[in-house]
């Protein structure tokens, strides 16, 4: 039996460390290696398979650059990705005692050689209607059989990526540094099913199709998901994935929320206004949508509902109809739990204050605080 150490160069990992010596460099290389390794790998796949043959792929990874490297492994292999499952096999009380941050569902690709008659060359725009009527169709289907949070958005990847394998090479829309056209990367495809996930939350709390920035998204979704404002770290992740395609530090060190060991908690608004700059939190041309809307209410919680209606007209909140689809949505996402007569969130209490004061006739009070969502917890 061989009693040396694994080939760890050889392996097909993004391994950071290896490229340490490159300074801020490592990580594109590490990723770069990673890519040519798997498509290596995926070459000598397509070599041995038989021209009828199948290439089944087991993939759970939930971040979004870790699909475009195996899309455009698979892709410049040879391959096309003909159809997906999303396949259960993880129960959530395992995931949530473990703290693991995992998706539940693991995605099987089904491949086929991509027929040679397949000439490509066909521009990212021109495939964009069939990649969002995809990406929409994965996700009602996958959604009436029970999935949800990151695993749905996992779960339209596949359908995705079946668009463009079918017709790559496929050609960005965007010219490379030399002017040139460029291939694209699936992960522009990728943002496509994540806007479709988003839009259909966003249609469900505010009631119309609407588009709000994505640290606005992520305090929405998580209030909408949770029901509080705090949550474990796995989970907001797994949120912020599906937001913003990137890490939750990303949006903690924005100041979006805090975290400490296993938890991330929602600033309120009075927390985030001692962040931020009057003037531009009340900016309607700077910041972020969810700063503005927080900004008013711990302008109401501090100086009363006068106050906070004089700040609105003053920045043209009042009238801005995206401004109004907001504080619909954030009524509609913050719960509405009381004890004893008293709303128990000091961001219900104030949200329903100023809509029902100011924002009668474009926001509806919710009855049920139970509203439906696409992220639900155990």
């Not at 089904?110 to 990212?124: H, N």
């Not at 119309?208 to 509080?228: C, G, S, Y």
């Not at 219900?348 to 919710?366: C, I, M, N, Q, R």
Request: glycine share 6%.
């Amino acid at each position: 039996m061989p009693t040396g150490l694994a080939d760890t160069a050889s392996e097909a990992v993004a391994n950071v460390a290896r490229f340490a010596h490159t300074g801020r460099r490592k990580k594109e290389l590490a990723t770069l290696d990673y890519e040519a390794k798997m498509q290596a790998i995926f070459a000598e796949a397509h070599r041995a398979l038989a021209d009828d043959g199948v290439l089944t792929v087991m993939f759970t990874h939930k971040k979004a650059e870790a699909w475009d490297t195996l899309g455009m492994a698979l892709m410049e292999a040879g391959f096309q990705i003909e159809t997906s499952w999303p396949v259960n096999t993880e129960s959530q009380q395992s995931l949530h005692i473990a703290k693991k941050n995992a998706a539940a569902s693991t995605i099987m690709l089904v491949c086929r050689k991509r027929p040679a008659t397949s000439t490509g060359g066909v521009f990212f725009d021109d495939l964009v209607p069939d990649i969002r009527q995809a990406a929409r169709t994965a996700v009602k289907e996958f959604a009436a059989a029970g999935i949800d949070g990151v695993d749905l958005l996992l779960s339209s990847y596949g359908p995705v990526l079946s668009v463009i394998s079918e017709h790559w090479p496929v050609l960005s829309s965007k010219a490379d540094e030399s002017g040139n056209a460029r291939r694209l990367r699936p992960e522009e495809a990728l943002d496509v099913a994540r806007e479709e996930l988003l839009a259909a939350e966003r249609r469900a709390l505010v009631g119309k199709d609407m588009q709000f920035d994505p640290p606005t998204d992520f305090v929405l979704f998580a209030w909408n998901t949770f029901k509080a404002a705090e949550f474990p770290y796995d989970d907001a992740r797994k949120l912020a994935v599906a937001c913003a395609g990137s890490d939750i530090d990303d949006l903690v060190k924005g100041g979006v929320a805090s975290k400490t060991t296993g938890t991330v908690t929602l600033r309120s608004p009075k927390e985030r206004m001692k962040q931020t700059v009057e003037a531009k939190t009340l900016d309607p041309k700077a910041g972020t949508m969810i700063d503005r809307l927080w900004g008013i209410l711990a302008i109401a919680e501090s100086s009363g509902l006068a106050a906070a209606k004089a700040a609105m007209d003053r920045a043209g909140m009042s009238s801005d109809q995206k401004f109004s689809s907001l504080v619909q949505a954030a009524v509609n996402a913050v719960p509405r739990t009381k004890k004893k007569g008293e709303f128990t969130r000091p961001e219900a209490e104030w949200l329903d204050k100023l809509a029902s004061t100011y924002f009668a006739g474009s926001v509806e009070l919710p009855e049920d605080p139970d509203s439906g969502r696409l992220f639900d917890v155990d």
